[in-house]
C-alpha cells in the first residue's frame, strides 16, 4: 500500500513538474470601435457593454477608428463644439483614438479643443501640424504595457487626391499630411521590439487590407471611414493579419482576443458585438446624455414627411430642391457623401432631423456652366465621392465601364428637353463640392452668402409638408 502511495505521488510530482515547465499563456483584450459620428443617445448601453468586459478583463484596450463627431448637432452645435462626445468617451474609458476626416469639420482650433478635452492620446503618424497650433496629446504611435507585453499602435488617416482627408480643404489650417504607407516602415522598424504591433486607421476597410497584404509584420488593424461591418461571419485574417472594422454609429463594437506563449501571438481571435441589443445601461453615462439632450431648441418642427423615405437619394433631392429653388437656378446639385442619413419615417421633421442630414452646413455657391460642363461634374463626383450626383431640375441615367468611371450619361431637363452641351445653364452647389470636384469650366463661382442649411429652412418654410419618399432622378443603365 505504502509503495502505490509514493508511486502516486511521484506521478503527481512529474505532472507538476512537466505543468511548470508549459510555457504560460498570456491574453490580450481589444474592444475597437469606429465612426461614431456623435451618436450619444447609445453610449449608455456602449459603457454598460464595456464595463461588464472590464469586470472580466480589467486591462483590455478600448480603441476608437476616428469620425467621433459630425452627424448629431446636440453634439456639432453644441456651445463648446464637440465637448460632449469627449466629455463620453472619458466617462467610457477609451484609451486611444485616430484621426478620421471629419474631425476637422469644425476647423483646426476646435480640434485642438478636442485634443484638450480628451483623457487619451490620438495617434496619426501620416500628419503633423504647424508649431504655433501647439497640438496636446498627438504622437505617430503609442506603446501600451499590458500582463509583461508590450503592444505598439501606430494611427494613420486616409488621403484624397487633393492630399487631405475627406473635409473641406478651408479646414486644414497648419495641418499638414503625407501618405500613411511612406511613413509605416519607419514606426513598424521602431516598434520591432514590441510583443504585438496593431494599427489604428481611418482609412476604409479595402485599404486596410491592401496595407496588410503589404505589411505582414503588422498583426492587426482596427479600422474606420467605410462603415464596413467586419466579423459577421468570423474573423478577417489577410496574409496573416486580423483586420476589424465595427460598421457605424455605435452599433456594434469588435472584441479581439490575442493570445500569447513566450512572448509571440500563437491564436487570434475576434467577436463582433451589438450595442444595440445589449441590454444593461451604465446609469451615469445615461443622465450625462439625458442632459445633452435636454435642449428644446432641436426639437422644433420645421416641416411633416408624409411617405417614408428609404434612400439617400430621395434625401438628396429634397437637398437639392432647397438649394435651387431657394436660388432661382436652372439646377441644383449634391453630392451623396454630403446626405447623412438614408431613412426618415412618416412624421414630423424636426430643426435637429436636418441639422443631422446636413451637418456641414457649407455655403452655397452659384456657376453658369455649359451643358459639358456638367456632364464633366457628374463625372467627377462619381469617382471623387464615389457614387452618382443628386440633382434638381433634371434627371439622368449613365453606364459605368471596366475602370469603374461614368460614361453614356444622358442627361433630361425638367421641361423634357435633352441637355444641350453647348447652352449655358445657372447652377448651384455647396462649397465642399467647388473645393474637391476637378472638372474643367471657366465660371469660377459666386457665393450665394447663404449656407445650405438656411436655405433647406427656408424652403420648408414654404412646405408645411414634403412627400420624397418615390423621388429618384438617377439611373444606372
Excluded at 472594422?245 to 467577436?271: P, Y
Excluded at 414630423?348 to 432631423?353: A, E, H, M, S, Y
Aim: aromatic share 10%; net charge negative; glycine share 8%.
Amino acid at each position: 500500500m505504502k509503495k502505490i502511495t509514493r508511486l502516486v505521488m511521484v506521478a503527481l510530482a512529474a505532472m507538476l513538474f512537466l505543468a511548470s515547465c508549459q510555457p504560460k499563456e498570456q491574453k490580450i483584450y481589444v474592444v475597437s470601435t469606429n465612426d461614431m459620428h456623435a451618436n450619444i443617445d447609445y453610449f449608455p448601453q456602449l459603457a454598460a457593454l464595456v464595463d461588464s468586459l472590464r469586470g472580466v478583463h480589467p486591462d483590455l484596450l478600448l480603441f476608437g477608428a476616428g469620425d467621433n463627431r459630425s452627424g448629431n448637432p446636440i453634439n456639432d452645435r453644441y456651445e463648446e463644439v464637440s465637448k460632449p462626445m469627449y466629455e463620453l468617451m472619458n466617462a467610457v474609458g477609451f484609451d486611444l483614438s485616430t484621426f478620421g476626416n471629419h474631425e476637422w469639420d469644425a476647423g483646426v482650433l476646435a480640434l485642438r479643443d478636442v485634443l484638450t478635452w480628451a483623457q487619451f492620446p490620438f495617434v496619426c503618424a501620416n500628419v503633423t501640424f504647424d508649431d504655433s497650433l501647439q497640438m496636446p496629446n498627438v504622437k505617430p504611435y503609442v506603446v501600451f504595457e499590458r500582463n509583461g507585453l508590450k503592444i505598439g499602435v501606430v494611427g494613420g488617416i486616409q488621403l484624397g487626391e487633393n492630399g487631405l482627408p475627406d473635409f473641406h480643404p478651408k479646414n486644414a489650417g497648419g495641418s499638414h499630411f503625407v501618405a500613411f504607407t511612406d511613413v509605416l516602415p519607419q514606426y513598424l522598424d521602431t516598434l520591432k521590439d514590441c510583443n504585438a504591433i496593431f494599427l489604428l486607421t481611418h482609412l476604409g476597410y479595402e485599404d486596410d487590407r491592401a496595407v496588410a497584404e503589404k505589411f505582414p509584420q503588422v498583426d492587426a488593424i482596427f479600422g474606420g471611414h467605410s462603415h464596413t461591418r467586419v466579423g459577421q461571419d468570423g474573423k478577417q485574417m489577410v496574409n496573416g493579419v486580423l483586420v476589424t472594422q465595427a460598421e457605424a454609429k455605435v452599433k456594434f463594437v469588435t472584441l479581439s482576443t490575442f493570445t500569447f506563449r513566450k512572448g509571440e501571438i500563437v491564436d487570434v481571435a475576434s467577436e463582433l458585438l451589438s450595442i444595440r441589443d445589449f441590454k444593461g445601461r451604465n446609469a451615469k453615462v445615461q443622465a450625462m446624455v439625458d442632459g445633452y439632450n435636454s435642449n428644446e431648441y432641436f426639437r422644433t418642427v420645421v416641416t411633416t414627411n408624409t411617405t417614408a423615405i428609404d434612400s439617400p437619394e430621395s434625401l438628396g433631392c429634397l437637398m437639392t430642391d432647397a438649394i435651387r429653388y431657394t436660388t432661382g437656378a436652372d439646377m441644383g446639385f449634391q453630392n451623396p457623401g454630403g446626405v447623412r442619413f438614408d431613412t426618415l419615417s412618416v412624421r414630423p421633421v424636426t430643426l435637429k432631423d436636418i441639422l443631422a442630414l446636413d451637418p456641414f452646413d457649407n455655403e452655397i455657391v452659384a456657376f453658369t456652366l455649359s451643358g459639358q460642363e456638367i456632364i464633366d461634374l457628374m463625372k467627377s463626383c462619381f469617382v471623387t465621392d464615389g457614387g452618382p450626383i443628386y440633382c434638381s431640375g433634371c434627371a439622368y441615367n449613365y453606364k459605368v465601364d471596366d475602370n469603374g468611371e461614368m460614361t453614356d450619361i444622358e442627361v433630361t431637363l425638367e421641361d423634357g428637353k435633352p441637355l444641350d452641351l453647348n447652352a449655358k445653364y445657372n447652377v448651384v452647389m455647396n462649397s465642399y463640392m467647388t473645393s474637391v470636384f476637378d472638372y474643367p469650366h471657366e465660371d469660377e463661382g459666386r457665393s450665394t452668402f447663404r449656407n445650405s442649411n438656411e436655405l433647406m429652412l427656408e424652403y420648408l418654410a414654404q412646405h408645411p409638408e414634403i412627400d420624397y419618399g418615390k423621388t429618384t432622378r438617377v439611373t444606372e443603365k
